[in-house]
């Protein structure tokens, strides 16, 4: 129907007082006009419709029935700019994933690598290096009883070992390096996906590989499937049946003939990354289920679960290697969000819960990995993992402020930073995110979760909700203990000596420094108060130097003056309880 034709309107010099009753008027004369061409139209009947024509073919065509206008070039296969890719890769310390050649890299396509376990190991370089490795394993027992865990080692001595690291695809080794690397030093590592459409590589940033570590390296393209978890887990389960029947029956090796460390590792560390992403995929896609106001689909992401190894070091040489845990570090985890009804904030609010959600699977999945199922995981003995949800928690419970730092308080800014008792690497790459605009979240000082010390943070983009759920931490302050033990120690040394020499000139030197020394002390206690094992040790070990300084001022002759030092000295430096003092000035 034709209405603009038949129904014109004229807006010329229009009443406002008449303008309501003339809509009115004119909406009578649309009505009519329809009425007198079609009773009871439809909104199809006056605004037109189009309908498809079915054509009922007395064969099934090989083609569609539509002219081609224009063809393609033809290719046998899809070519190599056009492919998802992935690739992992191996630099020295000092090199960057940007520009250097790297040493060993494993660059695929993801169609190539979809459900298959990568791995990155060290194995020792040569025959001498596995026999001293050997020699640090506890012996068969004469009686026959099963090896116990407490007689495994809990370090090894790194400056002494020299391992090469590896690739390996489903257990088959892809690449090895051919230079070695003494056990406890560092090398670099990127992972990065090649994006068609950009045709760019992107990733995050590079690690750092301590080596003797393990690394599963997951990529997780559009969800992990069922049928690799179940394969997973049907591989772990006849590992575990091997090895229950090995205990039972030590004399047969045949029980165990054929397992590798990737049965026996390869495959532990392989099934916590593989269950994070299951994880999370699971978590987001309920909660796109259940706000209903959002589609979301998972990107190609990837991320590592490792056994930690640590280096103690003495004056830069890596003196052992130990293995205090299990790490999760989930690099690089995209979602594709979009919101149903297309307002911002819907799709921003969605955004932050998953990304709360996987921050908090980081330490959730390895907790439930390794709990012990005859206790209740509220138990204290169970293990604890820290992410950076778990982070802030733990210090909100302690009752520490937590702060929000937007560019809308950015009056605050500069108080906050001043006043938060974290790494100054930390305060640095937050004052860097609020200059770039970002949302931050801390807490005001590090905290202690079963022997790490560190701190929780989140950075986010306001305007898409996306952004990094980060900790850092380890044996933070070690230099700084070290130094006020020294301090502490040749202060209260000289007070001592000046005291019994005369008794007057110790008086007045603790009279002169009082002002200095109470808050000197103070500080040590507060520090100490929330340090480490390894931090506390360094203070000792400050300590025990200071005390054979002030050695040299007692009136016993020089002989005995040097001995003193020397014992107390030697004590300083070695630390019985940790041997390792020269960790306090590792950076």
């Known amino acids: 129907m034709d209405i603009k034709t038949n129904v014109p309107i004229s807006a010329q010099n229009l009443n406002q007082t008449n303008l309501q009753s003339q809509l009115t008027a004119y909406q009578a004369q649309v009505k009519a006009y329809i009425d007198s061409q079609k009773a009871n139209a439809t909104v199809g009947d006056v605004l037109g419709t189009q309908t498809i024509v079915q054509q009922a073919q007395p064969i099934l065509l090989g083609t569609l029935p539509y002219k081609t206008l224009a063809t393609g070039a033809k290719m046998a296969a899809l070519p190599d700019n056009l492919k998802w890719k992935f690739k992992t890769n191996i630099y020295a310390a000092d090199g960057v994933s940007d520009n250097t050649i790297p040493l060993i890299e494993i660059n695929q396509s993801t169609a190539q690598l979809a459900g298959k376990k990568i791995t990155l190991s060290f194995v020792p370089a040569t025959q001498a290096d596995q026999d001293l490795i050997n ?91 069922a049928q690799q978890l179940k394969a997973l887990q049907a591989k772990l389960a006849d590992t575990k049946a091997k090895l229950t029947q090995f205990q039972q029956n030590t004399s047969n090796t045949n029980l165990i003939n054929g397992l590798t460390k990737e049965d026996l590792g390869g495959d532990i560390v392989q099934a916590g990354i593989v269950s994070y992403f299951a994880q999370v995929d699971a978590s987001d896609k309920l909660s796109a289920r259940t706000a209903g106001t959002v ?38 985890l995209f979602q594709q969000a979009e919101a149903k009804d297309a307002i911002a904030p819907t799709r921003v609010n969605f955004m932050r819960q998953i990304g709360s959600a996987a921050s908090a699977a980081e330490h959730a999945v390895p907790e439930l990995m390794f709990a ?70 801390v807490h005001e000082k590090d905290i202690t979760v079963n022997g790490w010390t560190g701190c929780g943070y989140t950075v986010l983009d306001q305007e898409t909700g996306a952004g990094a759920y980060k900790i850092a931490g380890g044996a933070n302050g070690g230099i700084v203990l070290f130094i006020l033990g020294a301090a502490i120690g040749l202060i209260i040394a000289e007070l001592l000596i000046l005291t019994l020499a005369g008794g007057a000139p110790g008086v007045a030197l603790l009279v002169a420094i009082a002002p200095v020394l109470i808050p000197l002390m103070a500080l040590t206690g507060l520090m100490l108060q929330n340090a480490s094992s390894d931090g506390k040790a360094c203070f000792m070990g400050g300590l025990f130097l200071g005390i054979s300084a ?27 309880a940790t041997g390792d003092i020269g960790s306090c000035f590792k950076v």
Not at 162 to 184: C, H, L, N, P, W
Not at 550 to 576: R, T
């Open 135 to 225: 020699s640090y394993l506890p012996k068969a027992h004469a009686d026959g009883t099963p090896i116990q865990l407490n007689e495994l080692p809990t370090s090894l001595p790194g400056y002494l070992l020299k391992m090469k690291a590896e690739f390996r695809i489903d257990g088959q080794v892809v690449a090895q390096t051919s230079q070695s690397f003494t056990m406890g030093s560092e090398v670099k590592q990127s992972n990065q996906y090649y994006k068609p459409a950009d045709s760019a590589w992107v990733g995050g940033e590079d690690n750092d590989i301590t080596v003797g570590e393990y690394n599963a390296i997951g990529i997780d393209l559009q969800g992990i499937g």
């Open 550 to 576: 002030a050695l040299y001022s007692l009136p016993v002759g020089p002989a005995i003056n040097s001995a003193l030092f020397y014992i107390l000295a030697a004590l300083g430096l070695s630390i019985p």
């Open 372 to 441: 012990d199922a005859t206790k209740p995981l509220s138990d204290p003995s169970q293990p604890q993992g820290v992410s950076a949800v778990k982070a802030l928690a733990v210090a909100a419970a302690q009752g520490q402020k937590i702060y929000t730092l937007t560019p809308a308080n950015q009056a605050i800014h500069s108080s906050v930073l001043s006043g938060l008792q974290i790494s100054a690497d930390v305060k640095n790459e937050i004052t860097n995110a609020l200059s770039a605009g970002k949302e931050v979240t």
């Open 295 to 332: 589609v979301s689909y998972r990107l190609p992401s990837y991320g590592r679960f490792l056994t930690a190894a640590q280096t103690h070091y003495w004056y830069g040489i890596a003196k052992k290697v130990s293995f205090p845990g299990v790490v999760m570090d989930v690099d690089y």
